[in-house]
């Protein structure tokens, strides 16, 4: 079975909005990379697939924005190219290569992970936090930056149970960014 990761960038005090400040440096942006190229779909809700093409879809004119530095490309190719499910019950239709998942959303990720292949990632804010209710992450990334936010969405937020977590790995950046990945413990009672 493909395990479930939920990888996002996170502040210190926990907001994990896209416009908190935590926009990735050269090096933590091949990271990203790697990451990307590593799992074999990606699974997003609506919000966070707009997000994600409205940034990084390759134009229909074939050439990135002008905006993108050149170490951005790489991660830009990445993610046009790679899978994508996308959960939504207001969305009639995606490309993009991506696919609606419909129906219920335990049955859908689970034959997802049952599918040959490494990995699947999901990310975003509001997906994930459903996900992790019904205990189908396999492992969080939580790549923290070294900054305090004071406010937007917090990451998961409202969750029903407490998970506890084990660190499989950490890794440090130059910037001060830390990548921690955890599994959920094995219970012991």
């Avoid at 409205?54 to 002008?66: E, F, I, L, Q, Y």
């Avoid at 506890?164 to 950490?170: A, D, G, M, T, Y």
Wanted: with cysteine; hydrophobic share 40%; glycine share 6%.
């Amino acid at each position: 079975m493909r395990p479930l990761r939920y990888s996002i960038n996170v502040t210190l005090d926990g907001c994990c909005h896209h416009e908190a400040g935590v926009a990735p440096d050269e090096e933590l942006m091949q990271y990203w990379t790697a990451q990307m190229e590593r799992a074999d779909a990606q699974l997003y809700g609506r919000v966070t697939y707009l997000m994600m093409e409205s940034a990084w879809r390759k134009p229909a004119t074939g050439a990135w924005p002008d905006w993108m530095s050149d170490w951005e490309i790489p991660f830009a190719e990445a993610i046009d190219r790679a899978k994508k499910y996308v959960v939504s019950s207001t969305l009639d239709e995606t490309d993009w290569n991506a696919e609606l998942l419909r129906g219920d959303l335990r049955q859908a990720v689970q034959q997802l992970k049952q599918e040959p292949g490494e990995s699947l990632s999901v990310g975003g804010v509001t997906l994930p936090l459903a996900l992790a209710d019904q205990g189908l992450i396999d492992e969080y990334e939580f790549v923290v930056h070294p900054i305090l936010a004071g406010h937007g969405p917090t990451l998961l937020a409202g969750m029903r149970e407490r998970v506890r977590l084990e660190l499989v790995n950490r890794r440090d950046f130059r910037s001060g960014v830390v990548a921690m990945r955890y599994r959920p413990a094995q219970s012991t009672a």
